[in-house]
């Protein structure tokens, strides 16, 4: 036999395969195909936010001015959507009560979002009195139905825009801070906030790194199928005269007492608010349930 040397025993260096880039857009297209009734939607909200946002812009006519010689005109002509009892466009009508509808909406979403994420994150890390006083409160807000829980904070609160916005987060609170309680009881026992614990960490450390950001999933999701009731309460207030006042318009007031007396003459008069708010509140929910499947670990690993 032969010596062996040691050039002999080296393997020939064979380069590492080149490993092909995932397209930017392949993540978007394969979400795209497991969710198309989610991927409609969010075209659909994106198209209301855009329309409603660009209002002032994409309004054939001013939602205020009143033309006598075109009371309840129907569609058509220089009214693509016909004018109301006091010869207002419906259309430009609609778009900026989108925009008022809208804008209360996201505000108390992100208010009530805000307030219920740091009640539940005080009432779950720190427990004991804090706690035990926090659910009762919870307990006792939840117990209400969220549209007589609005209505008795406008009676005390009176009809103003900055009221609505109140209101409508207040009702949002107690569900969304339990939630997170529910999941900082379960992650302040984690191995990785006990060793941090143990190194020296303050709470305020704690809180922010550790537990915060394992709970902006389940807000999100819980935010986005809020926002649904949010605009649904809202509209609800404005119908009832406890919400945005007129002139100013709303999805709500356009479906108020006027819109009802005229309806069998001017049906016209309250469709097009009626179909928008319809919409808008189906595309949420549809756009809620495939944001809750995407980021929710659980549904991930079966869908795998």
Do not use: C
Request: proline share 7%; hydrophobic share 50%.
């Amino acid at each position: 036999m032969g010596k062996t040397t040691a050039t002999d025993s080296v393997l020939p260096f064979r380069p590492a395969a080149a490993v092909a880039p995932r397209p930017k857009g392949a993540a978007a297209g394969r979400w795209i195909r497991r969710h198309p009734a989610g991927a409609l939607s969010a075209l659909v909200l994106a198209g209301v936010l855009l329309a409603s946002g660009l209002a002032a812009f994409v309004s054939p006519h001013d939602p205020y001015a009143q033309d006598y010689d075109a009371l309840m005109r129907p569609p058509g002509g220089p009214y693509a959507l016909g004018t109301d009892y006091l010869g207002r466009d419906v259309l430009s009508r609609t778009l900026y009560g989108g925009r008022t509808s809208l804008f209360i909406s996201l505000a108390a979403i992100a208010a009530g979002t805000v307030a219920g994420t740091v009640i539940g994150l005080a009432s779950g890390f720190y427990g004991g009195w804090l706690d035990g006083i926090v659910q009762r409160v919870v307990d006792v807000m939840m117990a209400l139905p969220s549209i007589i829980l609005a209505l008795a904070l406008m009676a005390v609160l009176g009809p103003r825009t900055e009221n609505v916005i109140l209101a409508i987060a207040t009702i949002i609170v107690p569900s969304l801070s339990r939630i997170v309680r529910g999941t900082v009881l379960q992650l302040r026992e984690r191995q990785f906030v006990e060793a941090a614990r143990a190194l020296g960490a303050s709470d305020a450390r704690l809180l922010s790194r550790h537990v915060l950001p394992n709970t902006i999933a389940p807000v999100i999701v819980i935010a986005t199928n809020a926002l649904s009731g949010a605009i649904l309460i809202e509209a609800s207030l404005g119908f009832l005269g406890l919400g945005t006042q007129l002139p100013v318009p709303s999805w709500g007031n356009m479906l108020s007492e006027e819109a009802r007396r005229y309806f069998e003459q001017a049906p016209w008069m309250a469709l097009p608010p009626g179909i928008a708010l319809s919409l808008t509140v189906l595309a949420v929910n549809f756009f809620g349930d495939a944001l809750r499947d995407t980021l929710d670990p659980r549904l991930r690993r079966r869908q795998a």
